[in-house]
């Protein structure tokens, strides 16, 4: 899951412990998020960041239901699980054994909200320490 850290970060996450994620607009990343099921563990990913990357790892604690001003779009919420002890940057993932067909270091992967495979996370969460 991608948001950026002016906005949301895994700093805040950690604060706050738990929140819940709305706002997405694009019907492919909702209709990913919709499959979440609680207990799935998530990639937080900084965009438009200095480096942008992964920051940590969050788990999903309430499955996905209508966002209550709009049920056309669906939210979760999640909970902080760990923060890296250095982001994981996107450049590091591009050229990481294992990782060339996840959907984040594609060329124009735009959405916040992407598929990773069990593989893919496991790569991630041990290169973030």
Same mark, same amino acid.
């Given at each position: 899951?991608?948001?950026?850290?002016?906005?949301?970060?895994?700093?805040?996450?950690? =604060?706050?412990?738990?929140?819940?994620?709305?706002?997405?607009?694009?019907?492919?990343?909702?209709?990913?998020?919709?499959?979440?099921?609680?207990?799935?563990?998530?990639?937080?990913?900084?965009?438009?960041?200095?480096?942008?990357?992964?920051?940590?790892?969050? %788990?999903?604690?309430? %499955? !996905? =239901?209508?966002?209550?001003?709009?049920? /056309?779009?669906?939210?979760?919420?999640?909970?902080?699980?760990?923060?890296?002890? !250095?982001?994981?940057?996107?450049?590091?993932?591009?050229? /990481?054994?294992?990782?060339? %067909?996840?959907?984040?270091?594609?060329?124009?992967?735009?959405?916040?909200?992407?598929?990773?495979?069990? !593989?893919?996370?496991?790569?991630? =969460?041990?290169?973030?320490?």
């Amino acid at each position: 899951m991608k948001s950026e850290p002016s906005a949301y970060s895994i700093d805040h996450l950690q =604060r706050d412990g738990t929140t819940s994620w709305n706002g997405v607009r694009n019907y492919q990343a909702r209709n990913f998020m919709r499959d979440m099921k609680v207990g799935d563990k998530v990639l937080f990913y900084a965009s438009n960041a200095d480096p942008s990357g992964v920051t940590g790892i969050a %788990e999903v604690s309430a %499955e !996905a =239901r209508p966002e209550p001003e709009d049920p /056309t779009w669906s939210m979760v919420d999640l909970r902080f699980v760990k923060k890296f002890r !250095a982001i994981v940057p996107l450049d590091t993932l591009k050229v /990481t054994k294992g990782l060339e %067909e996840m959907v984040v270091t594609r060329k124009g992967s735009r959405l916040s909200v992407q598929p990773v495979t069990k !593989a893919e996370f496991d790569i991630v =969460r041990k290169m973030g320490g």
